[in-house]
């Protein structure tokens, strides 16, 4: 156990230290010098000389990404070219609103998810599986931000039910349509391994042992073969909490959710480097490290994963 | 649902059958994009009519014309072209970057399987969007840049499905008796390996292109793909999106038009997928 979780740490060392590889020779490759990148261009002159004394732009490229790592220890992600706040504050700011627009979503894709795959799995073949399927390739296929575009004009617009964008100060009802937007792609995912894991799990000796035990359909399917039949779904919705990062770009610029999406497109949309590259670098950083913490939390609920890792 | 055979005898069903109609015309439209255009729709994309500013759908403009007077239904027509080359495009050089890679790693094994694998991880670890800002950031955006951001996103996933089917196929008998017959090893690898695999690459790739014509709609959406004047069905949502309440017309056709085109394939490639092994990984 204690070695996988070691093997586990020791293969992430590395994936953390590429992508800094690739964030830096992106960095590179930008046009500009790299110091001014990092730096901002109206940052005061102390900390472009630290950052110049850290890089050398002179110096060969391995030194200078030393230099590079260097920096982002000191948790130096430069400053915006345009607001001269440091990057890192400014992503402390936003992040807060992304997790709490991903958890809503994540909540709306498992509920709505597992109860759209026991239906199919329950009424297999009829015509609510069928509905069922086409909702969940519907969902997987629908550009996020054209269901975005389209909930707000039936909701906000036309029904008036909903508030079309913003924050609102915290207020629920903001919440729901951009949660919705950037939950449906997982909500389709989930139904289906669902659907999949149920059947496989109703067809097992146990189920039809407590069926003969003359239990009723619902008591069955609830409680003897729910349980078993969510762990795969479970490591799914895990796995699948980075892809909130892609679908957050696209559903907080529709909506306009002052998070890390919209602060990403900001960046692009003025070219303002140090933001794209300290959005890019989070986000990847971010997604690494919540695929190892999901990994080692399974291995510590499941006990047949641990006797797979062979410790 | 019904169900037709089809030639292998097997069967296929109705939605398969279906899917495979729509692409079928997607693909043709997109190749006769100019002559359609002209001949069918008797208008032109690029045209701005500024009598005609944001019409809705009706008998000159079937599908009504945009925010600068321009026939929608030319503009979704000739925006196909760039949505099914940059998916397919990109699905096959993935493919050919991810089985190169994945073939070395899964063949050599040792350090060489090690470091490709780190390699892989890597660029499986960065979220796919944000990884195609950031060369977006570097590389001018148009259709070059769209195709390298999708391409360098997906590669390692079919590197990584490759290694693990090299894997195993290299301990079967026959890749052994090719090996004892003294075959050099690009044969072993190439006429023996490699053709085993083949079927399943071409169908994992296959279930990949709805995904990557999503990605590249969503990168024209920001800015960052293809640019105008030349239509794009993202970056045509993204240039009417301030008229929505207006006229959601202009947002809900070239989104339909991405929808049916992802669902398409979607629907075809979960078919070749259980056509060929019910137990295929998602």
Known sequence: MFLYFLKRLLLFVPTLLGITIITFLLMQALPGDPVQTLAGERADPGTIERIRAELGTDRPLPVQYIGYLKLL??????????????????????????????????LFASVGGV?????????????????ASFLSVGGISLPVFWLGLTLMLIFALHLRWLPPSGMGNGHPAYLILPAVTLGTFSLAYISRVTRSSMIETLSQPYIAAARAKGLSGRVVVLKHALKNALVPVVTLIGLDLGSYLNGAVLTETIFGWDGLGRYALDGIMKRDYPVIMGVVLFGAALFVIMNLLVDLTYHLLDPRMRVQSGS | MPEYRTASGHFAPLSAVIAAAILAVLLITALAAPLITRHVIKQDPYAMDLDALR???????????????????????????????????????????????????GYFGGMVDLVLSRIFDIFLAFPSLLLAIGISA?????????????????????????????????????????????????????????????????????????????????LSFLGLGVQPPTPTWGSMISLNRAYINAAPWMVIFPGLAISMTVIA?????????????PRFPD
């Not at chain 1, 430069?78 to 991903?102: C, H, I, M, W």
């Not at chain 2, 699905?91 to 089985?99: D, E, K, M, Q, R």
């Not at chain 2, 079919?158 to 090719?178: D, H, N, P, Q, Y």
């Open chain 1, 73 to 106: 220890l000191q948790g130096e992600l430069g400053r915006s070219y345009y607001t001269n706040r440091r990057v890192t504050d400014e992503l402390a700011q936003k992040f807060p609103n992304t997790v709490k627009l991903a958890l809503a979503a994540v």
């Open chain 1, 115 to 131: 109860a759209l795959g026991i239906l199919a799995a329950v009424r297999r073949d009829t015509l609510w599986d069928r509905l």
């Open chain 2, 55 to 105: 019409q809705p759908p009706g008998k000159d403009h079937l599908l009504g014309t945009d925010s600068k007077g321009r026939d929608l239904l030319a503009r979704i027509v000739h925006g196909s072209r760039i949505s099914l080359f940059v998916g397919f495009s990109a699905a096959i050089l993935s493919l050919v970057i991810g089985v190169l890679f994945g073939l070395t790693a």
């Open chain 2, 265 to 277: 394939c979607n629907i075809l490639g979960d078919h070749l997928r259980d056509r060929l092994d």
């Open chain 2, 138 to 218: 570097v590389i001018p955006p148009g259709l070059g840049s769209a195709m390298l951001a999708i391409t360098l996103v997906s590669w390692a996933g079919f590197a990584r499905l490759i290694r693990g089917m090299t894997l195993s196929l290299k301990e079967l008998t026959f890749v052994e008796a090719s090996q004892a017959l003294g075959a050099s090893t690009g044969r072993t690898i190439f006429r023996h390996i490699l053709p085993n695999a083949a079927p399943l690459l071409l169908v994992a790739a296959g279930l990949r292109v709805g995904g990557f014509i999503l990605i590249e709609s969503s």
